[in-house]
């Protein structure tokens, strides 16, 4: 038990250092980007048709965004907002904060991906561990393996485009695009969970679909080399039934690469749904940094960035303190 | 050595390997005999088939091998009759396994007493915990191991510890065979010589036939009371180990003799010069027939047979068969 809250704590350590770092480099990055975002902001309003401004404007602005203090007292200032969860406005969606555009997406995208994620690992290990276990002469495997190889290599988002036809245009049963029905009340009632699921089944229909193939290609691949171990060797010897060999002995071993391949792969998903959110119009985290980029509005790349590298370290700190009750031996080699 | 039951039959026990480049004949033919509670060693090089044979013996031989021809009688019954199922009901229940290397033996996520306990309840039904952990704990300290093993995992193990809890859980069960393949290769010689008494302690105790299986002939000749000597696949020479030393027959097994180091001779050590013939293209005489010293014309033609030149003292060596005619 000390040794557990030991690795716990040492974990949390790296897990706040990381966070720590991730900040920073968010602070640096668009202070080295050349201009003057005042400029930029300026700039745009004149394109729209405004006014630029007089100079004692732009001046009165560049105090109130605190931007003509050094560098450090800057980045202090950052630091002391930021405790509070004060990611400072949108410029695009001027009297909106960051942290309410935020707020308003993040529901979306943790659970349109985590639901995607869970399921096709939960369905993707388990399918790859009988398969697995069955051998290559299998008529499970002789079936599903080509089929998850056919998936894997598919992009996911000509998957969508795929999906998107067949089950919207030509058959119709899902809408093409968004969280909900426009106009619907946005409250915790059955009829609007069941619209938001509806409009959900698509889009995690391609995520699920595709890295289906590769958690059922991984474990397979597993089973099958574990297949050679001599533990394994050793429960058939004891007379075990075959059942019990693959679930308590063969699986519970293949897992441990399979869960850091979960962590790996939230960071990959996480990063992607920009492009996936994007075609169905679906109101995340990733149409939010979408739209945001191709309008420039740095305040809420910065903010978005940043909840997406502290969502990903805390996935991998949770992973952490999963780790040593799936593989006991972690606790003294990582501790 | 009073006259037993014989509890474990081979007959012309056949195994090969089927590869691309054609059969591996690992085992090609062994027959012997084991009697109740005996201890029984088999003794051959690396590559020779014994641990294939052991694999057979449990029914665990899996492709590319496969049973070529043969049987196994395991208390009077031919086990390649027998079913999946009631073969995995004799495995462990009659016929328990102490694997070569214990260091990769134990499923490394799970605590020992888990893994013994999952032999007892597959095979005796469910019991609840309190009774396993007391039967369990109770069998850890039979061979020398603290109960506070039964909450330990694998890891926590020193490699001898490690060895001692595969003997516990090849005793659980109380079987009539325990076959140990190199159960000490792995360990020291300090840790070897205290484990294989540990070995042959529960051995005694129960009353179980042991077969020892290794390649250190000197270890098995303070265990066992009879050894086979493998050699390509075949047995060279079987007999009471006491007559084997004192008059080696085959000129393999004299070699290895003359190959263990003693205290009493201090001369240069003589190894076996050449290597043991490719399993895939055995050769038509006797398979040592290129490194014997003693090789006639007749060995590189005909394979010669095991046969009994003396009481309960087998050997597989034109040079003795001559005699005999």
New interface residues.
Partial sequence: MWLYLRYVFGRFAIFIITIFIAITIVFIVPRFVPGDPLFAVTSKLAEMGGSRGSPELVEEYRKLFGLDQPVLTQYLYYLKELSKGNLGYSIANFPATVTELLMRSLPWTIGLLSVATVISWLIGTFIGAISGWGGKESKISKVLVPLALGLYTIPYYILAIILIFLFVYVWGIFPISGGYTPGFPIKFSLPFVLDVIKHSILPALSIILISLGWWFLSMRSMIVLLQGEDYILLAQAKGLSDRRILWRYAFRNALLPQVSGLAISLAHIVGGAIILEKIFAYPGVGWLLYNSITELDFPTIQGGVLVVIIALTAANFILDLIYPLIDPRIKYKRG | MTERKPILRVKDLKVYYHTDRGSVRAVDGVSFTMHEGESFGIVGESGCGKSTMAMAL?G?VVSPGTIEGGQIFLDGTDIFTLDRELI??????QI??I???A????????RIGSQIA??IT??QGYQPEKILRKRIQKLLSTVGLPHRVYRM?P?ELSGGMKQRV?IA?AIVLEPEVIIADEPTSALDVVVQRVVMQTLVDVQERLGAALILIGHDMGLQAQVVNRQAVMYAGKIAEIGEVKTMYKNPLHPYTKLLIESLPTLQLRHDFQGIPGLPPSLLNPPKGCAFSNRCPYVMEHCREAMPKLVEIQPNHFVACHLHSEVIK
Avoid: A
């Fill in positions: 449990l665990l995995r009901k004799i495995r462990w229940s328990s396994f694997p070569q290397g260091m990769n033996s134990l499923n490394p996520v799970m999952d032999v597959t095979h995992y890891h595969c859980m």
